[in-house]
């Protein structure tokens, strides 16, 4: 599945919502969220992509390509989002070092770093498809 497709946020949505202890983490959080996956055309991604998502109770509810206004919005280039679904840079570390700019309450997002954890590890179970040079490190994803 191609990264930040829709078909590829239905799955996300499927495995989130399945996961015993990414819900038991996430549970009675209610937030939005649009990320921005920031066009690299000299490394063949020649577009800028624009996903989102609510969480109701811990609960991924409904999944979007496009902007929309949302509680958090979390921007960095394709390839940082790339190294975070690979496991080279951990999310609260790319948030920390400026690499994952964010824009909403700071320290709510903070708060939920165990979710997060869980939710990118989630993530990596997920056949994934990068664009352009990143396609070398296409995630083959588990059942």
Known sequence: ?????????????????????????????????????EAEPAKGVNETTVIGFDN?????GEVWVGKRPTDFTLTAPYGVWVDILRGKLGATQAIASRKLKTQGPF?????????????????RTIPTEFEGDYAQYNLPGTP
């Open 1 to 37: 599945m191609k990264l930040a497709s829709l078909e590829y946020l239905e799955e996300v949505r499927r495995r989130s919502n399945a996961d015993p202890q990414y819900l038991e983490l996430a549970k009675g959080h209610n937030a939005s969220y649009t990320l921005v996956l």
């Open 56 to 60: 109701v109770d811990g609960k991924i």
């Open 107 to 123: 320290l709510q997002l903070l708060q939920g770093a165990n979710r997060i954890i869980r939710w990118v590890e989630i993530l």
